[in-house]
T-cell receptor
Framework: KAGVTQTPRYLIKTRGQQVTLSCSPI?????VSWYQQTPGQGLQFLFE???????NKGNFPGRFSGRQFSNSRSEMNVSTLELGDSALYLC????????????????FGEGSRLTVL | KNEVEQSPQNLTAQEGEFITINCSYS?????LHWLQQHPGGGIVSLFM???GKKKHGRLIATINIQEKHSSLHITASHPRDSAVYIC??????????FGEGTQLTVNP
Protein backbone atom coordinates (compact mmCIF):
# COMPACT_ATOMS: atom_id res chain seq x y z
CA LYS A 1 0.00 0.00 0.00
CA ALA A 2 1.58 3.31 -1.07
CA GLY A 3 2.15 5.89 1.64
CA VAL A 4 1.37 9.58 1.68
CA THR A 5 3.14 11.39 -1.16
CA GLN A 6 4.06 15.04 -1.02
CA THR A 7 5.45 17.05 -3.92
CA PRO A 8 7.70 18.83 -4.39
CA ARG A 9 10.09 17.73 -1.66
CA TYR A 10 12.23 20.86 -1.82
CA LEU A 11 11.64 24.26 -3.33
CA ILE A 12 13.09 27.74 -3.20
CA LYS A 13 11.01 30.85 -3.79
CA THR A 14 11.51 34.57 -3.38
CA ARG A 15 9.45 36.99 -1.32
CA GLY A 16 6.17 37.94 -2.95
CA GLN A 17 5.86 34.78 -5.01
CA GLN A 18 3.25 32.14 -4.43
CA VAL A 19 3.63 28.39 -4.00
CA THR A 20 1.41 25.33 -4.36
CA LEU A 21 2.16 22.10 -2.53
CA SER A 22 0.51 18.77 -3.27
CA CYS A 23 -0.42 15.83 -1.06
CA SER A 24 -1.71 12.45 -2.23
CA PRO A 25 -3.18 10.48 0.69
CA ILE A 26 -3.19 6.74 1.22
CA UNK A 27 -5.77 5.07 -0.99
CA UNK A 28 -9.13 5.00 0.77
CA UNK A 29 -8.29 7.80 3.19
CA UNK A 30 -10.69 10.72 2.96
CA UNK A 31 -9.15 13.12 5.48
CA VAL A 32 -6.07 15.21 4.74
CA SER A 33 -4.56 17.64 7.23
CA TRP A 34 -1.69 20.09 6.79
CA TYR A 35 0.93 21.28 9.27
CA GLN A 36 3.76 23.81 9.31
CA GLN A 37 6.98 23.09 11.19
CA THR A 38 9.53 25.79 11.94
CA PRO A 39 12.44 25.83 14.43
CA GLY A 40 10.85 28.72 16.33
CA GLN A 41 7.18 27.69 16.47
CA GLY A 42 7.42 23.92 16.20
CA LEU A 43 4.55 22.05 14.60
CA GLN A 44 1.36 23.99 13.98
CA PHE A 45 -1.95 22.88 12.50
CA LEU A 46 -2.91 24.61 9.25
CA PHE A 47 -6.18 23.02 8.12
CA GLU A 48 -8.01 19.75 7.58
CA UNK A 49 -10.13 18.59 4.69
CA UNK A 50 -12.63 15.78 4.49
CA UNK A 51 -14.58 14.90 1.34
CA UNK A 52 -13.57 18.18 -0.38
CA UNK A 53 -14.74 20.31 2.59
CA UNK A 54 -12.52 22.25 4.97
CA UNK A 55 -13.52 21.06 8.45
CA ASN A 56 -11.09 22.98 10.59
CA LYS A 57 -8.55 25.77 10.21
CA GLY A 58 -5.61 26.86 12.34
CA ASN A 59 -4.55 30.39 13.20
CA PHE A 60 -2.85 31.35 9.97
CA PRO A 61 -3.47 34.39 7.75
CA GLY A 62 -5.64 34.19 4.66
CA ARG A 63 -2.52 33.89 2.49
CA PHE A 64 -2.60 30.21 3.42
CA SER A 65 -5.33 28.30 1.64
CA GLY A 66 -6.06 24.79 0.53
CA ARG A 67 -8.45 22.54 -1.23
CA GLN A 68 -9.24 18.88 -1.68
CA PHE A 69 -10.25 17.17 -4.87
CA SER A 70 -12.79 14.39 -5.40
CA ASN A 71 -9.99 11.78 -5.40
CA SER A 72 -8.96 13.05 -1.91
CA ARG A 73 -5.70 14.59 -3.17
CA SER A 74 -5.11 17.94 -1.55
CA GLU A 75 -3.21 21.07 -2.37
CA MET A 76 -2.21 23.99 -0.21
CA ASN A 77 -1.27 27.40 -1.51
CA VAL A 78 0.67 30.21 0.08
CA SER A 79 0.44 33.57 -1.67
CA THR A 80 2.66 36.64 -1.28
CA LEU A 81 5.41 34.64 0.38
CA GLU A 82 7.26 36.09 3.35
CA LEU A 83 10.64 35.07 4.78
CA GLY A 84 8.84 33.64 7.81
CA ASP A 85 6.98 31.16 5.60
CA SER A 86 10.22 29.17 5.23
CA ALA A 87 9.32 25.86 6.84
CA LEU A 88 8.72 22.17 6.46
CA TYR A 89 5.12 21.65 5.35
CA LEU A 90 3.72 18.25 6.28
CA CYS A 91 0.50 16.61 5.34
CA UNK A 92 -1.13 13.63 6.98
CA UNK A 93 -3.94 11.39 5.87
CA UNK A 94 -6.41 9.37 7.89
CA UNK A 95 -9.54 7.41 7.21
CA UNK A 96 -11.72 10.13 8.66
CA UNK A 97 -15.33 9.92 9.75
CA UNK A 98 -18.26 11.66 8.11
CA UNK A 99 -20.24 13.96 10.37
CA UNK A 100 -17.90 13.80 13.31
CA UNK A 101 -14.38 14.47 14.55
CA UNK A 102 -11.48 12.68 12.98
CA UNK A 103 -10.48 9.80 15.18
CA UNK A 104 -8.21 7.76 12.96
CA UNK A 105 -4.50 7.23 13.15
CA UNK A 106 -2.45 9.73 11.16
CA UNK A 107 -0.04 8.81 8.39
CA PHE A 108 2.42 11.55 7.49
CA GLY A 109 4.18 12.34 4.25
CA GLU A 110 7.88 13.20 4.10
CA GLY A 111 7.10 16.90 3.82
CA SER A 112 7.84 19.75 1.44
CA ARG A 113 10.70 21.97 2.57
CA LEU A 114 10.11 25.55 1.44
CA THR A 115 12.83 28.17 1.54
CA VAL A 116 11.85 31.78 0.91
CA LEU A 117 14.70 34.12 -0.04
CA LYS B 1 1.50 28.53 29.25
CA ASN B 2 1.37 26.09 26.34
CA GLU B 3 -1.66 23.83 26.12
CA VAL B 4 0.69 20.84 25.74
CA GLU B 5 3.84 20.54 27.83
CA GLN B 6 6.46 17.85 27.35
CA SER B 7 9.32 16.87 29.62
CA PRO B 8 12.18 16.54 29.43
CA GLN B 9 13.13 18.67 26.41
CA ASN B 10 16.35 16.72 25.95
CA LEU B 11 17.23 13.25 27.14
CA THR B 12 20.45 11.28 26.77
CA ALA B 13 20.51 7.61 27.69
CA GLN B 14 22.79 4.60 27.43
CA GLU B 15 21.75 1.66 25.31
CA GLY B 16 19.53 -0.67 27.27
CA GLU B 17 18.13 1.93 29.67
CA PHE B 18 14.41 2.38 30.37
CA ILE B 19 13.19 5.76 29.13
CA THR B 20 10.13 7.80 30.06
CA ILE B 21 8.86 10.92 28.28
CA ASN B 22 5.98 12.84 29.82
CA CYS B 23 3.20 14.93 28.32
CA SER B 24 0.74 17.13 30.22
CA TYR B 25 -2.12 19.03 28.67
CA SER B 26 -4.57 21.61 29.92
CA UNK B 27 -7.53 21.25 27.56
CA UNK B 28 -10.25 18.72 26.95
CA UNK B 29 -9.21 16.21 24.32
CA UNK B 30 -10.72 13.46 22.24
CA UNK B 31 -7.40 11.69 21.61
CA LEU B 32 -3.67 11.97 22.21
CA HIS B 33 -1.00 11.03 19.69
CA TRP B 34 2.64 10.13 20.21
CA LEU B 35 4.77 10.83 17.14
CA GLN B 36 8.40 10.11 16.27
CA GLN B 37 10.44 12.36 14.00
CA HIS B 38 13.85 11.39 12.67
CA PRO B 39 16.41 13.83 11.18
CA GLY B 40 15.24 14.78 7.70
CA GLY B 41 11.71 15.44 8.85
CA GLY B 42 9.62 12.31 8.34
CA ILE B 43 7.06 11.75 11.11
CA VAL B 44 5.75 8.36 12.16
CA SER B 45 2.68 7.93 14.33
CA LEU B 46 3.53 5.64 17.24
CA PHE B 47 0.28 5.61 19.22
CA MET B 48 -3.15 7.14 19.32
CA UNK B 49 -4.77 6.97 22.78
CA UNK B 50 -8.05 8.02 24.28
CA UNK B 51 -7.79 5.95 27.48
CA GLY B 52 -5.69 3.35 29.24
CA LYS B 53 -2.51 1.86 27.86
CA LYS B 54 -1.13 0.60 24.55
CA LYS B 55 1.98 -1.45 23.81
CA HIS B 56 3.86 -1.98 20.57
CA GLY B 57 7.11 -3.86 20.75
CA ARG B 58 9.41 -2.04 23.18
CA LEU B 59 7.15 1.02 23.30
CA ILE B 60 4.39 1.57 25.86
CA ALA B 61 2.07 4.56 26.03
CA THR B 62 -0.29 5.38 28.89
CA ILE B 63 -2.83 8.11 29.45
CA ASN B 64 -4.64 9.35 32.55
CA ILE B 65 -7.61 11.42 31.40
CA GLN B 66 -8.48 12.70 34.89
CA GLU B 67 -4.94 13.97 35.49
CA LYS B 68 -4.52 15.16 31.86
CA HIS B 69 -1.22 13.33 31.58
CA SER B 70 0.37 10.78 29.25
CA SER B 71 3.69 8.95 29.28
CA LEU B 72 5.69 7.23 26.58
CA HIS B 73 8.04 4.49 27.79
CA ILE B 74 10.81 2.82 25.82
CA THR B 75 12.20 -0.40 27.27
CA ALA B 76 15.69 -1.67 26.41
CA SER B 77 16.52 1.50 24.48
CA HIS B 78 18.65 1.28 21.36
CA PRO B 79 20.60 3.90 19.37
CA ARG B 80 18.04 3.60 16.57
CA ASP B 81 15.46 5.02 19.00
CA SER B 82 17.30 8.35 18.81
CA ALA B 83 14.76 10.82 17.45
CA VAL B 84 12.43 13.61 18.49
CA TYR B 85 9.28 12.37 20.22
CA ILE B 86 6.25 14.63 19.97
CA CYS B 87 3.03 14.55 21.92
CA UNK B 88 -0.06 15.96 20.16
CA UNK B 89 -3.61 16.31 21.45
CA UNK B 90 -6.75 16.38 19.38
CA UNK B 91 -9.08 19.07 20.67
CA UNK B 92 -12.21 20.54 19.12
CA UNK B 93 -13.09 18.94 15.85
CA UNK B 94 -9.97 17.79 14.13
CA UNK B 95 -7.47 20.38 15.37
CA UNK B 96 -4.15 19.01 16.66
CA UNK B 97 -2.04 20.90 19.18
CA PHE B 98 1.57 19.80 19.53
CA GLY B 99 4.09 19.74 22.32
CA GLU B 100 7.57 21.10 21.67
CA GLY B 101 9.06 17.64 21.44
CA THR B 102 11.67 15.66 23.34
CA GLN B 103 15.05 15.11 21.69
CA LEU B 104 16.19 11.62 22.67
CA THR B 105 19.76 10.44 22.11
CA VAL B 106 20.66 6.85 22.94
CA ASN B 107 24.38 6.18 23.05
CA PRO B 108 25.83 2.71 22.36
Amino acid sequence: KAGVTQTPRYLIKTRGQQVTLSCSPISGHRSVSWYQQTPGQGLQFLFEYFSETQRNKGNFPGRFSGRQFSNSRSEMNVSTLELGDSALYLCASSLGLAGGPVTGELFFGEGSRLTVL
Amino acid sequence: KNEVEQSPQNLTAQEGEFITINCSYSVGISALHWLQQHPGGGIVSLFMLSSGKKKHGRLIATINIQEKHSSLHITASHPRDSAVYICAVRTSGSRLTFGEGTQLTVNP
